[in-house]
């Protein structure tokens, strides 16, 4: 029996939610998308749509192992068996676009959800290529960096510190030989700290729920991942009230599939709901900030009014735009801060290099 929960280790099955997430590109699933919203939107149902998407992936059949083929064959399957489409679908789609599409479902906005999918794709992507531009600038000068620090500490200063000693060194040329001595002693050491400080923020951002973890959101990168889902949040919120699904019912759903962060989140508000706080009033009443400070402001003004789903859904896209620009302009500071930092590191070496073989001919009498 196919059984579904998600890749944070959630009880309630086997079978996790972006388990083979891998299996089509961002751009495959986004023409994925679009090629279903344009079969629902001309009243073809989802079940013969997909067998038509089959049909075509694996060339009538010719081609039964063409991996959109399989998937399409896997989902096909699993609603025979009575699964809804967004559970068949789970594990070839990530976390954030199984919201947007289970909420969809639910709320028989099913084509409007393959468009907010794509563009959740979209966006996810323009803040990805940001942050891999200044990753990739900034790794760039990482090596930069470290090449001039190790040249420095194993040839530059050694080749001048031949006739003087550490001790008759002062000022701005005995930091540079300490320097030199720290990347000597301490440098291959430094550098696995780093990795491993990168692979720790990496896995912590979904998982870590400790009492700290409120301060780090408001430090990036965690506060970028606090944003974009809570974006998400929004988005997939909003979608199941349309469907008239009850506010606390919403989270519950929504709470099911996420990660330990979002989970824990949701289950706070929703434990606020159930004394009677309003939405927004339960969010800032859990304490958390989440989705945002701003966001919560905005959804305890809009209260139980008339319109509050669409009001959220818009919301939500606008936080979202907004986010990917703010992270676009810091991707831009970053770069802008490597390459200061790289021109500084070589000026110290330049000019503490000088120092101590200015030093080095005093010593010897050379003037």
Do not use: C
Request: proline share 3%; net charge positive.
């Amino acid at each position: 029996m196919w059984k579904l929960r998600n890749k944070h280790g959630s009880p309630n099955g086997e079978l996790a939610v972006g388990s083979r997430a891998g299996t089509l590109s961002n751009n495959q699933r986004i023409r994925l998308y679009n090629q279903l919203y344009i079969h629902l939107k001309n009243g073809n149902k989802l079940d013969v749509a997909l067998t038509d998407m089959y049909e075509i992936y694996s060339d009538d059949g010719k081609k039964p192992r063409d991996k959109v083929a399989l998937m399409m064959r896997d989902i096909l399957a699993g609603m025979d068996n009575g699964i809804s489409f967004a559970n068949s679908m789970a594990p070839y789609i990530p976390e954030g676009e199984y919201f947007l599409i289970s909420a969809g479902e639910k709320s028989s906005y099913l084509k409007e959800a393959m468009v907010q999918a794509s563009r959740f794709i979209k966006a996810k992507q323009r803040i990805g290529a940001s942050m891999r531009k200044a990753f990739v600038y900034n790794i760039f000068l990482s090596i930069m960096m470290v090449a001039v620090l190790i040249v420095s500490a194993y040839y530059l200063i050694p080749q001048s510190m031949v006739m003087i000693k550490p001790a008759q060194l002062t000022g701005f040329a005995y930091g540079l030989y300490a320097m030199s001595q720290f990347v000597v002693n301490y440098g291959i050491y430094t550098v696995v700290l780093i990795i491993g400080f990168i692979f720790l923020v990496r896995w912590s951002q979904p998982n870590y729920t400790g009492r700290h973890r409120i301060l780090l959101d408001h430090v990036w990168p965690f506060s970028l991942y606090r944003t974009v889902n809570g974006a998400t949040f929004l988005i997939s919120l909003s979608s199941l009230m349309q469907a008239n699904v009850q506010t606390g019912d919403a989270l519950k759903e929504l709470a099911e599939h996420a990660s330990p962060y979002i989970r824990q989140r949701i289950l706070a508000a929703r434990s606020g709901l159930h004394h009677g706080e309003g939405l927004g009033d339960a969010l800032h009443v859990s304490g958390y900030k989440f989705p945002d400070p701003e966001a919560i402001r905005h959804l305890r003004i809009l209260g139980a009014k008339s319109g509050v789903e669409t009001a959220i859904a818009q919301f939500a896209d606008d936080w979202l735009e907004e986010t990917i620009k703010n992270v676009e302009n810091m991707a831009e500071v970053v770069r802008n801060v490597g390459m200061i930092m790289l021109f500084s590191v070589a000026g110290v070496v330049v000019s503490g290099t000088a120092l101590i073989q200015r030093a080095s001919q005093s010593a010897m009498g050379i003037m």
